[in-house]
């Protein structure tokens, strides 16, 4: 293939998955606790699915173009237009693995979760009242879970199992690559949280976001997980349809 017919593929699978992902993020799927009247979209489960098919240049920046066309054809603005930054950094670590580029990726994960971690305004403990015991967990155990995943032998992999022929497989390797991505998605959708709405603009008062992170902790493994089932769902059909017809070329 020629390079000029090279790019203008790219243009085109750029211009292609832009417009799906504006169309995905206006359809609503449940309510953003602690922020009013903002909702996750259906566009959150094909995160990391952009970073799988279209690698860590093209998947975020059809995110980041898809963002930008869903806020002009009416989706309100949550985080100052910075709303595109938890689903590019998903896909952007995603496709980073798909490449084989796991140091990049362990980098990004480490470094995100590290600002979430520094910020006053974050929860690092939550207090569990048991019928005769009061534990005090870590708010952030299934990020902590994601980032080992991500280090050890398993999200290579993944990735292989993704790269390679076996459905079975490859509905294994989606759904720990979508872990990982998940979990970061979620360390820095809550880092706007907490610089944007309560730091900057001062809609959340520093006061309550402990009994938000508090109702935030029960709920996140739940809605985590429901993204990783969705995205699995949909993107193992999906990528084997893509592979056969030899649109993509997982590699």
């Known amino acids: 293939m020629s390079s000029g017919k090279g790019r203008s ?3 085109a699978s750029i211009a292609v998955f832009a417009v799906l992902y504006a ?5 609503p799927t449940f309510p953003m606790i602690g922020v009013s009247g903002a909702v996750f979209s259906l566009s959150d489960m094909m995160a990391p699915l952009y970073g799988v098919i279209l690698g860590p240049f093209v ?12 806020i002009a054809l009416g989706k309100p ?9 938890p ?5 952007l670590a995603v496709g980073l693995m798909m490449r084989r580029r796991f140091a990049a990726a362990i980098g990004l994960n480490i470094l995100v979760l590290a600002v979430f971690l520094a910020n006053p ?14 534990l005090s967990l870590p708010f952030h155990w299934m990020h902590y879970l994601a980032l080992a995943m991500l280090i050890s032998p398993l999200s290579r992999w993944a990735a292989g199992w993704v790269r390679g022929a076996s459905a079975a497989n490859l509905a294994k390797g989606l759904a720990v690559l979508t872990f990982i991505g998940t979990l970061l998605q979620h360390s820095t959708g809550g880092i706007l949280f907490e610089v944007v709405l309560g ?7 520093p006061e309550a976001y402990p009994a938000i992170w508090n109702t935030v902790f029960y709920i996140y493994p739940i809605e985590r ?3 990783v089932v969705l995205a699995t769902i949909v993107g193992t059909p999906m990528l084997r349809s893509l592979k056969a017809s030899r649109l993509i070329y997982v590699d």
């Open 9 to 11: 593929r790219v243009v």
């Open 23 to 27: 169309v995905l993020r206006l359809i």
């Open 59 to 70: 998947g975020p920046l059809s995110i980041i173009l898809g963002t930008f066309l869903a």
């Open 77 to 85: 603005v949550s985080f100052l237009f910075l709303d595109f930054l």
């Open 87 to 91: 689903a590019t950094f998903n896909a």
């Open 121 to 134: 305004l974050t929860l690092i403990f939550v207090k569990v009242n048991l019928s005769t015991v009061s």
């Open 199 to 205: 730091q900057y603009l001062g809609v959340v008062r």
């Open 225 to 227: 997980a429901i993204l």
